[in-house]
């Protein structure tokens, strides 16, 4: 049968601790068949976001061991970060690569929740492509008011979780679990340290995407980073073909050079299609020919097609 | 034993004619084992490029066949294009890609060169790794003077060819085979008619390699392109590791500039490593730390290893 690759994103609520980060990795890195690609931690959003891939059972297999460091580490109660989170397990989605249906994603997605439900007592909610039938199924929902609002509280009709306990896990919060498709994290850094300048300009994405195609999926936050005095246009490209990572780049440019403000870097979270990468370095280079097809490593895998 | 991957970039003294640069692609298609990512056929340099890869055997067998086709269709006696060349099969170079030494690539530029010179009666030069203990080893210097300075003369001493007979084929010329390293082959083209402006940055790149690390092994030539009216700077980037495709770029740039001219397009001719590619959009994106590990599609590769 043909290989197949499953990913899989999980975003911890920690990213100051090195110690959980290391566990965290580790984690992973235990389960035979799991390559590890990624560790982004990052103090200001207090947040570490894993990538790894590998056969399916392997993948679920190192996502649920990288639960049990978070949940047993992790304590909400004292957690501030800027970015919105409800758990220790934030948010942890399976992402079909190669070789696998969304559907089978869905399974893995399923699988791993209600194990986390079951065996580490924490109410556990399905998104996206995950979603059980008339359930809320996107994340900004599933998340809103976060950690602080609902605990103690019972959890009830829409905030009824979809596996576990109807109450959050006292220190670990509630788990989002889903399958979804590949997305790009990016985040962009402006040289001022008035977040209204970032907050406008996510608000102006949020406000535009319904109007402009290259905004389409196009998820935007604005943040301060206090550890750095700067701001932050966080951003999630959930329909990265949509929305060239260079033409959203652009776009935040001109808007915030409208506050006499300019991008003073930026930063991928994670991983990203090459295909996007390469679209900016063809907008660089002037080469509209470029394509994922130019690049020698690419033809290294006997399995890569060209599109 | 681990899968090895050798890569075969022959040059063929036609960019013109569609039958022939289909035939010089079929040719390598036909072999199982192979394959084939870039053709890049050029009218006003009136060569083809093909770029392909696989098994060495398999490689060797293709670059043969690719050659006949060459030799039978191809006469430099009508042949007239900007670049310089010497023969039907100009410059056919082995490059180790993977689990493969060059010493590997060495043996198989032998292989395939002695059977040009023995099946198509081709005086064949091996250049680079390839050539033979006390002969000349590079390109322009192989090439220097083309088909028209030695047709119908007897090649002796430094232009004896290794192997074949000592006079250039009437039509197909020399063969000049070997084993090089990757390099990216790496057009710029200027929105000015003036050939001298092109000219003068070539050699400026040529004086100042010496001086300048981020043109370490930059090869630069000037061109017109006469079909287009417009002028190129047509460069090998031999040792790319050292000199940053963007960087070349922007000193081109600025070189441009000194003349009022612009860069209106940059071509790439076959394949480049990811990681020119991946350097020249973090440029852009002001994201230093994106690398080959930031694209997800190389993380499919199981054989593939961030550095």
Redesign the interface.
Known sequence: MA?Q?V?CVPNFSDGRNDETVRLLAEAVRGVAGV?L??VSADPDHHRTVLTF?GAPEAVAEAAFRAACVAVERIDLRTHQGVHPRIGAVDVMPFIP??NVAMSECVQLAREVGYRIARELDVPVYFYEHAALPGRPHDLPTLRRGGFEKWAGVVLTEDRAPDAGPNRLHPTAGAAIVGARH?LIAFNINLNTDRVEVAQHIAHTIRQQRQHVPQLTGVRALGLLLPSRGIVQVSLNLTQPERSP??WV?EYVRTLAAQHQVE??????IG????SA??E??A????????S?????????????QPD
Chains 1, 2 share one sequence.
Not at 271 to 274: E, I, S, T
């Open positions: 290989r690759v990913e390559r690609a990624n891939l690569l190669r590949p990572l260079w780049l991008v003073l870097e930026t930063e991928l991983l990203a299609p090459a990468i390469v900016a370095a907008e660089y280079l002037q080469n509209p020919a470029l994922e097809a130019s690049l020698l490593d690419l033809w290294l895998d006997p399995d890569w």
